[in-house]
């Protein structure tokens, strides 16, 4: 009688043992976020714009770790001087540190557009959702005004806005401009998040939550709004980088940031008149803006791609 402690292994035809396996583990299922981050960490563009954009995050939040030097002191007798070692890009026609002037004119820029983005959002968010998933009149209504608000120009209605907006000389305008591109660049998002919503209420998950009795607010921020939000995100990504550029454009046709404001966009504006003879003043905020610009656009580029599988 052989003991129960006893583990018995059957011979294979060769004589040998047959060693019991250790069942084979089978791979979870990825979510679509899994799936995304995934391929992003392949691209060599997403980690080269996340450090870009890190870059320009610090330097807007901790601006004295890249320089000591404040950017309102300006003597003319540095007029056009060249590069220094505390002066690294040299000085413009007042003779002002245009290095520090870069650095120190990023939080404006960055912070007009994280907000005027997230204004956008939340308009295009609300529009979206609503037309998305009531449908009907309420659909073609929205839907329409979307459309007109598509056919305004945007560049002369942000002009027309933004003035109306900063009409106090002591304002430095940064509210103005925040408040103007939040209300005119929230259309793109408002359709993109109206077709995800169609799409996600007519899944059969949202069928069988109404079908248990979900309340609309439920159904709505429960199961269509974390399945719908993932392309709005990615397009809020690139809005962000089209907002620093038209703050910028703006602050250059002098109807966004006032000039006790340090703006690329005025930086741009000042270096433009003696472009000819000094063009430094105009390249480096230049530079520096349309690779800010370059940076958010890449990032919102590759999420995009990953999200969407018909593009990997």
Known sequence: MSDLNTVTTAEAPGGQPNVPRSPVKKDKPRSLAGDAWADLRKRKIFWVSVVMVAIVLVMAAWPTLFTSADPGACALSNQ?????GAALFGFDY???DIYAKVIHGARNSIVVGVLSTALAGVIGLFFGLAAGYFGGWLDAFLSRFVDIMLGVPFLLAGIVLSNR???????????????TLGLLSWTSGARVMRSAVISAKNQDYVA????????????????????SIASYVVL???????????????SFLGVGLKNNAISWGIMIS???QFARTEPWPLVWPALFLGVTVLAFIMLGDAVRDAFDPKLR
Request: with cysteine; charged share 15%; proline share 7%.
């Open 208 to 227: 069988a939550a109404r079908m248990l009795g979900s309340k609309p607010s439920r159904l709505i921020f429960r199961h269509i709004v974390p399945n």
């Open 165 to 179: 907006l900063s009409s106090d000389p002591k304002s430095d305008g940064i509210f103005a401009v925040t408040l």
């Open 270 to 272: 000042e270096g433009t």
């Open 94 to 96: 007042q003779g002002c």
């Open 80 to 84: 056009y001087k060249g590069p220094t």
């Open 236 to 250: 809020l990504t690139l809005l962000l980088g089209i907002n620093i550029a038209s703050e910028a454009t703006l």
